[in-house]
T-cell receptor, first 115, second 111 residues
Framework: DTAVSQTPKYLVTQMGNDKSIKCEQN?????MYWYKQDSKKFLKIMFS???????INETVPNRFSPKSPDKAHLNLHINSLELGDSAVYFC??????????????FGPGTRLTVL | GENVEQHPSTLSVQEGDSAVIKCTYS??????FPWYKQELGKRPQLIID?????GEKKDQRIAVTLNKTAKHFSLHITETQPEDSAVYFC??????????FGRGTSLIVHP
């Protein structure tokens, strides 16, 4: 009974292609996130999204765009893929607590390799 | 914005020893401080967290301490075991939906 799921688990593609990663959570959380983890294991937040607002990390190129068809899904679309986009991408969800955010529940990750 | 510094980047200990990982943060409005463990090839998972109204929290062999005045918090693991080997991340957040993570500490426990 997976709480946060992502597909695909692995994605290998050529430079210049457009690809999407899907994320679904069945926890009933209001807020979802996308993170990028590079080869040095640094977890960089890319987006935070709930039914009220999208918060974008200003360092994220506009080739990356989140798309949320409903509260349980937050997909990541990437245009014109570059070599530097190779990384593991994690989706996460959280239930906002009384004082900001609460525990982050992470998906299993999608390893993206751009050739 | 918030800045979280985490040290050390790598920590090597013998089985049975204690391990301590330290983090500092910059935003005095931050009030939630979680620690995540990420095993090789797996997702990060919460192991313990602390809120700003508490100075210390324990859960079996792990504990977290928080010093709000100095803006630092630490993870303590006692009686380390080989299965504790992983990357550990601290994080902080305030009233926004955006957590800030430290750069991670790779803990290696030698049998």
């Amino acid at each position: 009974d997976t709480a946060v799921s992502q597909t695909p688990k692995y994605l290998v593609t050529q430079m210049g292609n457009d690809k999407s990663i899907k994320c679904e959570q069945n926890l009933g959380h209001d807020t979802m996130y996308w993170y990028k983890q590079d080869s040095k294991k640094f977890l960089k937040i890319m987006f935070s999204y709930n039914n009220k607002e999208l918060i974008i990390n200003e360092t994220v190129p506009n080739r990356f765009s989140p798309k949320s068809p409903d509260k349980a899904h937050l997909n990541l679309h990437i245009n014109s893929l570059e070599l530097g986009d190779s990384a593991v991408y994690f989706c996460a969800s959280s239930r906002p607590g009384l004082a900001g955010i609460d525990e982050q529940f992470f998906g299993p990750g999608t390893r993206l390799t751009v050739l | 914005g918030e800045n979280v510094e985490q040290h050390p980047s790598t920590l090597s200990v013998q089985e049975g020893d204690s391990a301590v990982i330290k983090c500092t943060y910059s935003d005095s409005a931050s009030n939630y401080f979680p620690w995540y463990k990420q095993e090789l090839g797996k997702r990060p998972q919460l192991i313990i967290d602390i809120r700003s109204n508490v100075g210390e929290k324990k859960d079996q062999r792990i504990a977290v301490t928080l010093n709000k005045t100095a803006k630092h918090f630490s993870l303590h693991i006692t009686e380390t075991q080989p299965e504790d080997s992983a990357v550990y991340f601290c994080a902080s957040s305030g009233g926004s939906y955006i957590p800030t993570f430290g750069r991670g500490t790779s803990l290696i426990v030698h049998p």
